[in-house]
C-alpha cells in the first residue's frame, strides 16, 4: 500500500481596511518586442506576443509578522489584467474600427504563479503566452493587477509596457529564440511556447540554399568530362580489341 498524501494550506491574510500601507511593487520582467497580426475568426492564423510579457510581484504589508510577509505567494485572489494602449497617448484600445471586434485575443487575464526565478529563489509571477493583437501598428500593454476579497474586487496598480510593434503577416520577422526565464518557467510545469531549435532552422535552411549551387558545379564538372573520355585514343583502341 502506498503512504497517504497530506496536504498542508496556507493561510491568506487579507484586508479591506487601511490598503493605502500595503506597498505592491510591480516589475515587468520580459518586456513585449514584437507580434503578428491575427485576423479574425476560429480559423484565423494567430501568433502571440513576442516574447510573452511577464511580470513580477513583491507585496509588503506592515501589519505581517516576517514569517507572514511571503504568504502573498499563495494568494489565489490576485490577478492581472491586460490591455492595449496606444505608443503615444495614455488611451486604451479596447475595440477595431467597427465598435465589435475586441483589438486583442487569446488569454487577457494572468492568475499568480509561484515560481523559482533564475537565481533559484521564489517569486510570483503574472504570464502572459497567449495573448494575440488584432491591429497593425505600434503599442503598449497596460497590466493592472487587482485583488478579490469576498464579493468585491480592488485595483491595486498598473504598469506599462516598452513600446512593440504588430507586424502584418508579409513583413513579420519571426518569431525569436526563447528567453531564458521563459525556459525556467516551462522546466516547472507552466504551459509555455519554448523555442530551441532557431539557429538550427537558419542554418539548415543556409545550407539548403547552397545545395544547388554545389550540385550545379559537380553537374558541370561531370558534363566537360564527357567529351574529353570519347575521344581517348586509349579507350578507343580498347573498344576494338575485344
Same mark, same amino acid.
Given at each position: 500500500?502506498?503512504?497517504?498524501?497530506?496536504?498542508?494550506? @496556507?493561510?491568506?491574510?487579507?484586508?479591506?481596511?487601511?490598503?493605502?500601507?500595503?506597498?505592491?511593487? %510591480?516589475?515587468?520582467?520580459?518586456?513585449?518586442?514584437? +507580434?503578428?497580426?491575427?485576423?479574425? &475568426?476560429?480559423?484565423?492564423?494567430?501568433?502571440?506576443?513576442?516574447? !510573452?510579457?511577464?511580470?513580477? %510581484?513583491? #507585496?509588503? $504589508? !506592515?501589519? %505581517?509578522?516576517?514569517?507572514?510577509?511571503?504568504?502573498?505567494?499563495?494568494?489565489?485572489?490576485?490577478?492581472?489584467?491586460?490591455?492595449?494602449?496606444?505608443?503615444?497617448?495614455?488611451?486604451?484600445?479596447?475595440?477595431?474600427?467597427? &465598435?465589435?471586434?475586441?483589438?486583442?485575443? &487569446?488569454?487577457?487575464?494572468?492568475?499568480?504563479?509561484?515560481?523559482?526565478?533564475? $537565481?533559484?529563489?521564489?517569486?510570483?509571477? =503574472?504570464?502572459?503566452?497567449?495573448?494575440? #493583437?488584432?491591429?497593425?501598428?505600434?503599442?503598449?500593454?497596460?497590466?493592472?493587477? =487587482?485583488?478579490?476579497?469576498?464579493?468585491? *474586487?480592488?485595483?491595486?496598480?498598473?504598469?506599462?509596457?516598452?513600446?512593440?510593434? *504588430?507586424?502584418?503577416?508579409?513583413?513579420?520577422?519571426?518569431?525569436?529564440?526563447? @528567453?531564458?526565464?521563459?525556459?525556467?518557467?516551462?522546466?516547472?510545469? %507552466?504551459?509555455?511556447?519554448?523555442?530551441?531549435?532557431?539557429?538550427?532552422?537558419?542554418?539548415?535552411?543556409?545550407?539548403?540554399?547552397?545545395?544547388?549551387?554545389?550540385? $550545379?558545379?559537380?553537374?558541370?564538372?561531370? $558534363?566537360?568530362?564527357?567529351?574529353?573520355?570519347?575521344? +581517348?585514343?586509349?579507350?578507343?583502341?580498347?573498344? &576494338?580489341?575485344?
Amino acid at each position: 500500500m502506498t503512504d497517504p498524501i497530506s496536504y498542508q494550506f @496556507t493561510a491568506v491574510k487579507q484586508r479591506r481596511e487601511n490598503r493605502g500601507d500595503i506597498e505592491f511593487e %510591480l516589475a515587468l520582467r520580459q518586456q513585449p518586442k514584437q +507580434s503578428r497580426m491575427c485576423g479574425i &475568426g476560429e480559423k484565423a492564423d494567430r501568433r502571440p506576443i513576442d516574447p !510573452p510579457p511577464i511580470v513580477q %510581484l513583491r #507585496v509588503v $504589508d !506592515p501589519s %505581517l509578522s516576517p514569517s507572514e510577509s511571503k504568504t502573498y505567494l499563495q494568494n489565489p485572489y490576485y490577478f492581472m489584467y491586460a490591455s492595449l494602449m496606444a505608443s503615444d497617448i495614455d488611451e486604451e484600445v479596447h475595440l477595431l474600427r467597427d &465598435g465589435k471586434t475586441r483589438s486583442t485575443t &487569446g488569454s487577457v487575464v494572468s492568475s499568480l504563479y509561484h515560481l523559482k526565478d533564475t $537565481d533559484n529563489t521564489d517569486a510570483g509571477f =503574472f504570464v502572459f503566452p497567449d495573448l494575440s #493583437v488584432r491591429i497593425e501598428g505600434r503599442y503598449r500593454l497596460k497590466l493592472s493587477l =487587482f485583488e478579490i476579497i469576498g464579493k468585491e *474586487v480592488y485595483h491595486c496598480k498598473s504598469i506599462l509596457s516598452d513600446q512593440f510593434v *504588430v507586424y502584418s503577416a508579409k513583413k513579420f520577422p519571426g518569431m525569436e529564440e526563447s @528567453t531564458l526565464l521563459s525556459r525556467a518557467f516551462a522546466d516547472q510545469g %507552466l504551459k509555455i511556447r519554448i523555442r530551441k531549435e532557431l539557429r538550427q532552422r537558419r542554418r539548415a535552411s543556409k545550407r539548403q540554399d547552397s545545395q544547388p549551387e554545389s550540385s $550545379d558545379k559537380r553537374r558541370k564538372q561531370d $558534363d566537360s568530362l564527357v567529351p574529353a573520355i570519347a575521344a +581517348s585514343p586509349m579507350i578507343v583502341a580498347s573498344r &576494338g580489341d575485344t
